[in-house]
Nanobody, 115 residues
Framework: VQLVESGGGLVRPGGSLRLSCAAS????????VTWHRQAPGKERELVAG???????IHASTVKGRFSISRDNAKNLVTLEMNTLKPEDTAVYYC??????????WGQGTQVTVSL
């Protein structure tokens, strides 16, 4: 049972990145999946989430810039990030909210927005 994030990196302000969260050992499409981020010295915060029936939820700080989606055939969830700002710099984590089965977190992927 594992989640692996990918797609992070260094990008200039105004740029774009696409993060992926791939699951192994379980069916990601059966659970709500959320993306979180943690910047240095700050608490981890919720960025976006997607329900089993594919209803997306985005935090006010990223609404209109980030978009979450899921591809059940590939067993993954994607976070499309556009118009990135320096304050988006953080380690991004995905989480499968499995309730009594136990939540599963990925190891995180670094996103750095800088000139």
């Amino acid at each position: 049972v594992q989640l692996v994030e990918s797609g992070g990196g260094l990008v200039r302000p105004g740029g774009s990145l696409r993060l992926s969260c791939a699951a192994s050992g379980f069916t990601l499409g059966s659970y709500v999946v959320t993306w979180h981020r943690q910047a240095p010295g700050k608490e981890r915060e919720l960025v976006a989430g997607i329900t089993v029936n594919e209803t997306p939820i985005h935090a006010s700080t990223v609404k209109g810039r980030f978009s979450i989606s899921r591809d059940n055939a590939k067993n993954l969830v994607t976070l499309e990030m556009n118009t990135l700002k320096p304050e988006d710099t953080a380690v991004y984590y995905c989480k499968a909210n499995r309730g009594s089965l136990g939540d599963v977190w990925g190891q995180g992927t670094q996103v750095t927005v800088s000139l």
